[in-house]
């Protein structure tokens, strides 16, 4: 899913791997109504939400441009890669 850009790939504090984010949010299933699924999800979650809508488009816009940026700039990686094995 997450395939598509390195940075979510390698993950951070913000960013967990599949495995612990699995982890977290099965331990809050039964337990509550609504979940985020991952603890810094929730704290994110808090933030965006006290944020005027202007912030909250602006940051979206701004990881959005990134993603876009990384995505294709991994797909001209690939192309080349597979030109110089053509050849």
């Known amino acids: 899913m997450n395939n598509f850009s390195t940075t979510l790939m390698k993950g951070g504090l913000f960013i967990p791997d599949a495995e612990s984010y699995a982890k977290y949010a099965v331990f809050t299933l039964g337990k509550t109504k609504q979940t ?3 603890w810094t999800h929730g704290i ?3 933030l ?3 944020s005027p809508e ?3 488009t ?3 816009g701004i990881m959005n441009k990134k993603f876009r940026e ?3 700039h991994a797909q001209k990686q690939t ?3 597979a030109t110089a094995k053509a050849q």
């Open 36 to 38: 985020t699924g991952y």
């Open 44 to 46: 994110q979650y808090c």
């Open 48 to 50: 965006i939400r006290l």
């Open 54 to 56: 202007w912030v909250r």
């Open 58 to 60: 602006l940051v979206g």
């Open 70 to 72: 990384e995505y294709h």
């Open 79 to 81: 192309a080349a890669t």
